[in-house]
Structures are given as structure tokens and as C-alpha cells.
């Protein structure tokens, strides 16, 4: 696509349910990162995928939170039990693998914006 | 470990002033430097970048931001602001050589008064 797609864009879900966040990235592009961002607060790191590989999985909060991805590209962020500190807007990037003229720019969705009661 | 600090989490200006956003980074070597800016209920789109060779970067819509290793320091500004420059902007560092993770400070937001 011409740029990266999230669905939903809005979620609302009670306590204790599991959700699913969904992140096409641009065609071609290799790396997928996904981010939260809470109210008042900067993007927090979440995970990072170079193909269908996560070597980067630092920032998942808890074994609550899991990603994958398949095919080299779509991938799925899955929030098992919410709770209500989950509330935040989960923002999902792509890029080229880093190299050759590729200098680092991430390529952003516009976001899931996830509300827990 | 890499850290990003954006000095003041709100910064109001007069159309036609000056816009001055302040960003200043850790890291043990000099990194990648990028600005970022986020409209309400939109994702973030890249205003400028830092990679390499002159310090003084240009980027969309008049902003521009000069890289000062001595000061680790990357602030943003724009001679004169607009109405349509009201948005959070976000700094964010990432390592040479390593994939492109990003650090973003917690965001400045802008307003700007008629």
C-alpha cells in the first residue's frame, strides 16, 4: 500500500478481554516496529521485527503483550487480560533494512487507539 | 544507553515569532537525529533528519535544526510560525550501525496564538 495501515483505529474493550492490533506495513519494507504512546507521554518502544524474526522484543511491558508477523508482513500485537493502564494509542512504523542509502527513517500509521473500561 | 531530553512539554508562540524547540540527546557516539511532528489523530511524519555532513539540516514546512556535537543538541526552529504549525513534535536519536530503533523524547507541544 501507499503507506503503513492500522485497524482499528478505535478499540474500546472491557477489562479483561484480549485484543488484536493489526499493521500492514509499506510494501517492501523489511523492519516493523510497533510503539505506544500514552496520554501526556513520548512513543515507548515496543518490539521490532526484521522480517517474520523479533530480535528486539525489550519493550513489551508484560508477558501479557505479544506480537508476530507473518509472511514478512503484516503483524498482529495481541493484549491478553487488559487491564486499564493498556490505555494508549499503539502506533506501528515500517522501514527499509537499514544500509545502503537507508538512514533510519521510520514510515508511521495513524494509529490504534486503544480504550480500556 | 541512548536517551533523548525535549526541554519544555509545552511551548506557546505569536504567529510570526520565532519557534524554538529544544532537543538534547545522550549517546556515546553521535547518533542519527530526526524530527518529528504528529497533527491531532494523525500518526507522526518526519520533519528533518541528521545522518551526516552539514550540521545545519532543512527539512518541510521552513523548519530547520543545526547539529551541535559539542552541546549534544538538536533543536528545532522556524523564523516565523503559523497557525498551521500547532502540533507535538518529537525528537528521537537511533544508533549507527544497529537497526533503525528509535528513541523519542517526550514531545514538545506547540500553540499558536493569532
Known amino acids: 500500500g501507499a503507506g503503513v495501515s492500522q485497524s482499528p483505529s478505535n478499540k474500546v474493550t472491557e477489562k479483561g478481554k484480549d485484543v488484536e492490533l493489526r499493521c500492514d506495513p509499506i510494501s517492501g519494507h523489511t523492519a516493523l516496529y510497533w510503539y505506544r504512546q500514552s496520554l501526556g507521554q513520548g512513543l515507548e518502544f515496543l518490539i521490532y521485527f526484521q522480517g517474520n524474526s523479533a530480535p528486539d522484543k525489550s519493550g513489551l511491558p508484560s508477558d501479557r503483550f505479544s506480537a508476530e508477523r507473518t509472511g514478512g508482513s503484516v503483524s498482529t500485537l495481541t493484549i491478553q487480560r487488559t487491564q486499564q493502564e493498556d490505555s494508549a494509542v499503539y502506533l506501528c512504523?515500517?522501514?527499509?533494512?537499514?544500509?545502503?542509502?537507508?538512514?533510519?527513517?521510520?514510515?508511521f500509521g495513524e494509529g490504534s487507539r486503544l480504550t480500556v473500561l | 544507553a541512548q536517551s533523548v531530553t525535549q526541554l519544555g512539554s509545552h511551548v506557546s508562540v505569536s504567529e510570526g515569532a520565532l519557534v524554538l524547540l529544544r532537543c538534547n540527546y545522550s549517546?556515546?557516539?553521535?547518533?542519527?537525529l530526526f524530527w518529528y511532528v504528529q497533527y491531532p489523530n494523525q500518526g507522526l511524519q518526519l520533519l528533518l533528519k541528521?545522518?551526516?555532513?552539514?550540521?545545519l539540516v532543512k527539512g518541510i514546512n521552513g523548519f530547520e535544526a543545526e547539529f551541535k556535537k559539542s552541546e549534544t543538541s538538536f533543536h528545532l526552529t522556524k523564523p516565523s510560525a503559523h497557525m498551521s504549525d500547532a502540533a507535538e513534535y518529537f525528537c528521537?536519536?537511533?544508533?549507527?550501525?544497529?537497526?533503525?530503533?528509535?528513541?523519542f523524547g517526550a514531545g514538545t507541544r506547540l500553540a499558536v496564538h493569532p
Open positions: 528521537a536519536v537511533s544508533a549507527r550501525g544497529g537497526y533503525n530503533k528509535l528513541i
Open positions: 512504523a515500517s522501514s527499509l533494512a537499514l544500509g545502503g542509502s537507508n538512514t533510519g527513517e521510520l514510515f
Open positions: 541528521y545522518t551526516t555532513g552539514a550540521t
Open positions: 549517546s556515546s557516539v553521535p547518533p542519527y
